[in-house]
């Protein structure tokens, strides 16, 4: 039996601008880190958001989850949204890529800075969780 879920999608991008900047920038947008926040005490460092929001094309809310991580002069972002199986049935209409994408802008956008190598993965899935990692 194939498992069901909702649909998702992963964005990985490289910003150059520092770790605490990014981590600033995301505490401020209200849709990426109204759920949780932290930053680990690791080296290097690696801070975590879980965020929320609702889309009338869902009827449902997606989660986001955002991982920053310090690479000295840049900072490797990854960006998981996923939408509850049961919001819509037949898709999300590219409402998880959208707020994927939402989340990168308020990051870019507040600081005035261009992503580059991103990364962009429709229908994310645990099959697809290496394409995130370095």
Known sequence: MV???GS??????????GFDDVVNALRNYKH???VYFTVLGTSPRV???IGGKFFVRTLGFITVVTVVIDNGSYTEV???THTNEFAF???DFGASKSYAFKVLKAITKGLGV???????IDYM???KSTLLSC
């Open 78 to 80: 990854k960006i998981v």
């Open 125 to 127: 899935d645990s099959s």
């Open 8 to 17: 998702s999608h992963g964005v990985k991008v490289l910003l150059p601008v």
């Open 114 to 120: 261009s992503p580059s190598n991103v990364l962009s």
């Open 47 to 49: 801070a975590v958001f």
């Open 32 to 34: 990426a880190s109204n």
């Open 3 to 5: 498992a069901m879920h």
């Open 89 to 91: 049935k037949g898709g």
